[in-house]
């Protein structure tokens, strides 16, 4: 195909979405009304075997416009110098502040940012040049602190780290979202025959392990991406366990497996709803939401006899699914002027003391005073004599102390941009 043909594609690709759009796209504020009403095929079923836990925003990326400050351009252009040559294990990565938060310098750019600073928490482009085309800075909001902090919680934290990028920003621009909701089902997804799948994309990847459905994705590399995939199967692979006591917040037992219905929605679209201002895309959430799960993706009831798949009725289960409400707090007191991500006391202690009781028990000491008092002269002949030590103890504490300084952070809000 040549890149006219593309272009046009594209461009007809466009005028189709925009022309088969949802009308509730528009502001509405009687979304609330809206959601509880009956959906169009059938009304809501008795039959559902899907209660949904919880929705909200997964991810959030948001562009920001102004004027760097040229003192934390330099600043990054050194510190970007030491990290380069900070390749070997015993030597400490560079940190910035920033509204009081440490971050991560990174050797290597990305895409055309030449700078990136991340946390836990937050992963920031930033441009080098006063002639960038892209937008100045770039900042990628976690899905940790969406889900406990809400999503306007993160957009002031979001544009407090901003306020100390630019001399002078604007609010930021939404560039992608994307949304989710974790459910609980007894709907045999194996069971589903594949026509029941309704989507304006023809990519439909599946997944399993052991013949076990783990999850489809539709839309691969397209605008929209949908996911619907087995979570409590997922956070087992990945550092994301915090979710079971978020889902338990919502009545979870426990037990029964959580699956997530998701969306990633790319910038083309964002621009084509009008939902690249945070304020207005808080209007319009519950409306994307239902375009997303009735007219971009649906499950539907098969009927054989007839051929329109767009008239087949909504699955009972898809049914509850789309009417998931979506509010914009996190399960933590937002109203806190901090929050926090360190582990807790009870953690730490344990964690630590039992390893100090295992030290105790090699080493026969009966006490942990006298345990604690040979534990660092230990710790040093270990250093020096383990051949798969490279480095000192000094070095190896500095470096893990750096570590945790970006891994576990504490933003404090409303602080003054710097001068």
């Known amino acids: 195909m040549s890149k006219n043909e593309q272009s046009q594609k594209i461009a007809d690709d466009e005028i189709l979405f925009a022309s088969q759009k949802r009308t509730d796209f528009v ?63 015993e ?11 440490p971050f991560k310098v990174h050797a290597k750019g990305r895409h055309v940012y030449p700078f990136v600073i991340s946390n836990k928490h937050f992963s920031v482009c930033i441009a080098g040049s006063s002639g960038f085309k892209a937008p100045p800075a770039y900042i990628e909001i976690s899905s940790e602190l969406l889900t406990k902090y809400g999503y306007e919680n993160c957009l002031d934290m979001a544009r407090t780290l901003a306020k100390h990028i630019f001399t002078d920003c604007d609010g930021g621009s939404i560039s992608r979202f994307d949304l989710c909701c974790d459910f609980i089902t007894e709907l045999d997804w194996l069971s589903v025959p594949s026509l029941a ?16 459905l783990t999850g489809y994705v539709f839309g691969a590399g397209g605008d929209i991406v949908g996911r619907l995939y087995d979570k409590t199967h997922e956070i087992e692979l990945t550092e994301k366990g915090f979710f079971k006591g978020v889902w338990r917040e919502f009545g979870w037992d426990g037990e029964q497996r959580v699956w997530r219905l998701e969306f990633q929605v790319r910038q083309q679209v964002v621009k084509s709803i009008d939902c690249t201002t945070p304020e207005m895309f808080i209007e319009l959430m519950n409306s994307v939401w239902r ?46 002027a901090r929050f926090e991500s360190f582990p807790s006391d009870y953690s730490i202690f344990t964690g630590a003391l039992g390893y100090l009781t295992s030290f105790m028990a090699k080493n026969e000491f009966s006490s942990l005073d006298e345990a604690l008092e040979h534990f660092q002269q230990s710790a040093q002949q270990h250093f020096e004599h383990d051949e798969k030590r490279v480095g000192t103890l000094e070095q190896y ?21 710097e001068k």
């Not at 030597?91 to 938060?101: H, M, N, S, W, Y």
């Open 291 to 336: 375009y997303l799960t009735e007219d971009w993706l649906s499950l539907r009831d098969v009927l054989p006899n007839d051929k329109n798949r767009s008239r087949w009725p909504i699955n009972a289960n898809w049914q509850t699914l789309m009417q998931a409400s979506f509010n914009l707090v996190g399960i933590e007191d937002i109203n806190r």
């Open 91 to 101: 030597e400490r990565q560079p940190t910035l502040q920033l509204a009081g938060v």
């Open 397 to 417: 504490v500095s470096k893990k102390l750096a570590e945790k300084q970006t891994k576990f952070v504490q933003l404090v809000q409303g602080v003054e941009s």
């Open 197 to 212: 799948w309704v989507c304006r994309s023809k990519k439909r990847s599946e997944y399993r392990e052991s013949n076990v």
């Open 27 to 89: 502001v509405d504020k009687n979304l609330a009304d809206v959601q509880s009403a009956p959906l169009c095929n059938t009304a809501p079923s008795k039959y559902s075997t899907t209660e949904v836990l919880r929705a909200g925003v997964d991810s959030l990326y948001l562009s920001f416009r102004g004027e760097l400050r040229v003192p934390l351009l330099h600043k990054l252009d050194e510190l970007k110098e030491i990290a380069k040559g900070a390749r070997c294990a």
